[in-house]
């Protein structure tokens, strides 16, 4: 019986981009040097143009089924089913087979697999996330290639999936209780994370609830206690501050367009493509971010960051859902926290602190900062009491953990 259109586009698709996406370019890199390594060899022998292509069709189509996931697509597309005995079985060998791979900084096993509950029609899925060298890159690529090519043989169907950066992984794995393969290294102490690359806490949070008086207050206390704490504005830069010359801000470009075009930014809720542009070019504002933050971050100092990642995806998802590709590009691009901090008050309690947005706006925010807790690790920090009250509680989880460190004599209190 002949499959149906959609099935064939289904297949066609996954022919031309298997598991290729936004989180894998290192993997479309490999691809793409492989196949082109093969027809420079078949240009290089005097094939013919015509020759090459055919040649190099029947060799794309030949690594889609082994090395990029073509089979375990095609068992999944028309539904192919396999013994539970023979996925389990193949499951156990895999864990055992990927749990020790040094070239890997994360292993996660994800969906039915990770829950114990495999069927017939299951696959295996599992994310390797490489070491930061490239020679772990391409071994971690070699030997992933490798497990799809076993499966095959196996007649198994393994989802082995590449991601570029571990920020990625929670983006995969929402709603889901994925398993930990590799079992990840202790962070280092603050102490030496202090020492070796310096310390970035975060607070995040809406408006009125604090924020920006608590982060210049800890500053100070770092720098009274010895330390070089200096403050840095997390969020995309204002376009124009007295204070200071005029800032890199392609986002805000784009809303002084839009707006002259008889738009409100409430209007980008229906307009789907003009959402995802304004979205990237947010993206594009935190590279400029993150460019000034590596040029404070340094060894031996702690930067304290007034609104970080956590407040741009909360921003941006008031207008609209975030895409997959902004909200991962968000979260695996900047450097992480040692500790990101969520100021939690009532909305109406921080519009009375500061009355710049209406209560409405707030309180959306508000439910947007709580549905982040998937993507990204937050500290809640009762943001209600006095500042004193909230000053000695950020204290008692920041300052008291970096008692008996060694400061930085030489440049305590940061510049």
């Known amino acids: 019986m002949r499959p149906e259109p959609p099935v064939i586009r289904k297949l066609a698709k996954s022919w031309l981009v298997q598991n290729l996406g936004w989180s894998t370019a290192a993997e479309a890199l490999a691809r793409l040097t492989l196949e082109g390594f093969f027809c420079l060899l078949l240009w290089a022998l005097g094939v013919g143009f015509l020759a090459v292509v055919a040649y190099w069709i029947g060799f794309h189509t030949l690594v889609w089924l082994f090395l990029y996931g073509g089979y375990s697509r095609i068992r999944v597309v028309l539904g192919i089913s396999a013994p539970t005995a023979r996925l389990h079985a193949y499951l156990e060998r895999a864990k055992r087979t990927v749990a020790g791979r040094a070239a890997f900084r994360e292993i996660v096993l994800r969906g039915s697999a990770a829950g114990r509950g495999l069927s017939e029609h299951s696959d295996i899925d599992i994310l390797f996330v ?46 889901e209780s994925p398993v930990d393969l590799k079992g990840r290294a202790p962070k280092p102490d603050w102490g030496t994370r202090l020492a070796s690359r310096g310390l970035l806490v975060a607070f995040s949070g809406i408006d009125g609830s604090g924020k920006t008086t608590a982060a210049h207050k800890l500053v100070s206390d770092l720098r009274s206690r010895g330390f070089d704490a200096v403050y840095f504005y997390g969020h995309r830069q204002a376009w124009y501050v007295k204070e200071r010359p005029p800032q890199f801000s392609m986002s805000i470009g784009f809303e002084e367009v839009w707006k002259r075009i ?39 100092r702690i930067v304290v960051a007034d609104r970080y990642v956590a407040d741009v995806l909360a921003d941006l998802a008031l207008l609209g859902p975030v895409h997959e590709s902004v909200a991962g590009f968000l979260l695996g691009v900047p450097f992480q926290p040692d500790v990101a901090l969520l100021f939690v ?46 000053g000695a509680e950020i204290n008692r989880l920041i300052v008291s953990r970096l008692d008996g460190f060694e400061r930085a004599p030489s440049e305590a209190g940061g510049t």
């Open 345 to 390: 008050i009532d909305p109406a309690d921080a519009m009375s602190r500061k009355r710049e947005w209406p209560l409405s706006r707030l309180e959306r925010l508000d439910s947007e900062f709580r549905g982040l807790d998937p993507l990204v690790e937050l500290v809640d920090i009762d943001a209600t009491p006095p500042e004193e009250q909230v």
């Open 130 to 175: 490489p070491e930061k060298s490239l020679g772990s890159k391409v071994r971690g690529m070699l030997f992933m290639w490798g497990l799809r090519a076993d499966s095959v043989l196996r007649r198994v169907p393994l989802q082995a999936r590449w991601l570029d950066l571990e920020g990625y992984v929670p983006t995969q794995v929402i709603g």
């Open 262 to 300: 008889g738009h409100g930014m409430e209007d980008l809720v229906s307009h789907r493509r003009a959402k995802l542009v304004y979205d990237w070019l947010n993206c594009v504002d935190y590279l400029y971010v993150r460019w000034k933050l590596s040029e404070l971050l340094r060894p031996g």
